[in-house]
């Protein structure tokens, strides 16, 4: 992956460094964009909604809500996922104000025509805002939850891939997104305070 200074006016910002995908990346989205189909593309897109951000922050706002009333444990599940919910998705936003990198939608427009809508601004590919909640939320789960640790990870990985099918992102966004979230997951869980016993759990 190449990230180099950009001036473009046409990326909206004066000065960003433009991150050029790598050859695995335009192989992946290439092959993609020759072979996938209609149906193919529309389950990717409503599996894309279940890590849209603003589903995300609804539900998780909801569930903190629910839970008030119940254990000190619960309470602090809730309290996690929430911040890292929060937490991630304000950081694909930093970092997409300093980053500039094109949508292989946006390459690959000739052939990419099954009616599926481009995704957000062409030059805020990197990275994958969906891959980082992902990663959060599924880097919290699997502390927590050890026991479904590796459902979390299957199907945040399933998830988080909707956005390279969709040809939203480049594979490469969507690994530093993951990575990225649970970073996020990892830095909000030293933050917060959990009850008595989840010391062990934190630090998983």
């Not at 964009?33 to 389950?43: F, L, M």
């Not at 922050?57 to 903190?64: P, T």
């Amino acid at each position: 992956m190449k990230v180099r200074s950009a001036f473009n006016r046409g990326e909206m910002l004066v000065a960003r460094f433009r991150v050029e995908p790598t050859e695995t990346d335009v192989a992946v989205a290439k092959a993609i964009n020759d072979h996938t189909t209609p149906g193919i593309e529309n389950v990717a897109t409503v599996i894309t909604w279940l890590a849209d951000e603003k589903v995300l922050l609804a539900s998780a706002a909801a569930l903190w809500v629910l839970t008030r009333a119940s254990s000190e444990r619960t309470r602090f599940v809730s309290n996690t996922l929430l911040a890292d919910v929060i937490v991630s998705a304000l950081t694909p936003h930093v970092v997409k104000r300093i980053c500039s990198q094109k949508r292989p939608d946006r390459v690959f427009v000739a052939g990419h025509l099954w009616g599926i809508p481009f995704s957000g601004r062409q030059y805020d590919a990197f990275p994958s805002g969906h891959a980082v909640h992902v990663g959060a939320i599924c880097g919290s789960i699997a502390r927590l939850f050890p026991n479904w640790r590796r459902v979390a990870m299957i199907g945040g990985i399933g998830i988080a891939g909707s956005r390279v099918v969709l040809l939203a992102h480049w594979l490469s966004d969507v690994a530093v997104g993951l990575a990225a979230g649970i970073l996020v997951d990892r830095t909000v869980s030293r933050m917060l305070n959990g009850p008595p016993g989840e010391e062990g759990l934190r630090k998983r």
